[in-house]
T-cell receptor, first 111, second 114 residues
């Protein structure tokens, strides 16, 4: 079983739509969680950290469910510029906080 | 603040040639990482350095060596390039702010081995 799993998509949504992605992880001792965004042929960039209490940054909301071992990302009022691949990242405490990346979920926002 | 820089941006090698990918960060981060990204495979960790003076293997270390030259610089060497090493290589660094450990990536090196 993969340590971090994501639906690869693509999720094809119209502008203005609300879209949600989930990411499941297998290690119940995982310590920290992030969502990254990666544009085509570019480096991943941190979108937001995911806190136990959930957190929101503008149109983006991230949630953590430790009991079911998943994190989620909700994007409201989708923009064309949100089209990208969204990577889920889970850090395990193996002395150096080595991150494990999901393979990413592709989002395409169309007019 | 340049963040994480990588050189070169593009490289074409013939099978058996060697090269070194350079990475530097100016954020005073302790940890640095090398990844490769192939279509459909996601990011795979090659080597990492938790702190200056230490290096450890990641998921796919075969065919690579690394050097943590100082706190700022972490290089990746391919001793004898193979077509299977055609990929995009990303360097990343992370700080030591407890509870976070988010990573910052360089722009990548696109390597083709023919």
């Amino acid at each position: 079983r993969k340590e971090v799993e994501q639906d690869p998509g693509p999720f094809n949504v119209p502008e203005g739509a609300t879209v949600a992605f989930n990411c499941t992880y297998s290690n119940s001792a995982s310590q920290s969680f992030f969502w990254y965004r990666q544009d085509c042929r570019k480096e991943p960039k941190l979108l937001m950290s995911v806190y136990s209490s959930g957190n929101e940054d503008g149109r983006f909301t991230a949630q953590l469910n430790r009991a079911s071992q998943y994190i989620s990302l909700l994007i409201r009022d989708s923009k064309l510029s949100d089209s990208a691949t969204y990577l889920c990242v889970v850090n395990d405490q193996r002395g150096s906080y080595i991150p494990t990346f999901g393979r990413g979920t592709s989002l395409i926002v169309h007019p | 603040n340049a963040g994480v820089t990588q050189t070169p941006k593009f490289q074409v090698l013939k099978t058996g040639q060697s090269m070194t990918l350079q990475c530097a960060q100016d954020m005073n981060h302790n940890s640095m990482y090398w990844y490769r990204q192939d279509p459909g495979m996601g990011l795979r960790l090659i080597y990492y350095s938790a702190s200056e003076g230490t290096t450890d293997k990641g998921e796919v270390p075969n065919g690579y060596n690394v050097s943590r030259l100082n706190k700022r610089e972490f290089s990746l060497r391919l001793e004898s390039a193979a077509p299977s090493q055609t990929s995009v290589y990303f360097c990343a660094s992370s700080g030591t702010r407890i509870g976070t450990y988010e990573q910052y990536f360089g722009p990548g090196t696109r390597l083709t081995v023919t």
